[in-house]
């Protein structure tokens, strides 16, 4: 089993910034793809971003394009994700996803494992 905790998540202005991190334990050796969804109010889980080992490049979401960054610390086992010029439309609760094997592609049912997830809210 692997365990995902996030952190970073809170308050921020139109405009701002916020840097998510989650870190990984438990079966990390296991941990071939790690990335960031979003649920917001009322809607479905939908895909942010993801790191993937053996350069299985799955794109940012059109959305967060240009403006978030994910990033993986392998020594930590941790995953981050940048966030700039944050838009209300960004408020949402930020699940850490991980899978064991394979890529983290843009739909919910490639992930293996979930964090309980942070929330992120920008005001307007």
């Known amino acids: 089993q692997v365990q995902l905790v996030e952190s970073g998540g809170g308050l921020v202005q139109t405009g701002g910034s916020l840097r998510l991190s989650c870190a990984a334990s438990?079966?990390?050796?296991?941990?071939?793809?790690m990335g960031w969804f979003r649920q917001a109010p009322g809607k479905e889980r939908e895909f942010v971003a993801a790191?993937?080992?053996?350069?299985?490049?799955?794109p940012y979401s059109a959305s967060v394009k240009g403006r978030f960054t994910i990033s993986r610390d392998n020594a930590n086992n941790t995953v981050h994700l940048q966030m700039n010029s944050l838009k209300p439309e960004d408020t949402a609760v930020y699940y850490c996803?991980?899978?064991?094997?394979?890529?983290?592609?843009?739909?919910?049912?490639?992930?293996?494992?979930w964090g309980k997830g942070t929330l992120v809210t920008v005001s307007s």
């Open positions: 996803a991980a899978r064991s094997a394979g890529p983290i592609t843009s739909v919910t049912h490639s992930v293996h494992y």
């Open positions: 438990g079966r990390t050796v296991s941990t071939a793809g």
């Open positions: 790191y993937n080992w053996g350069g299985a490049s799955t």
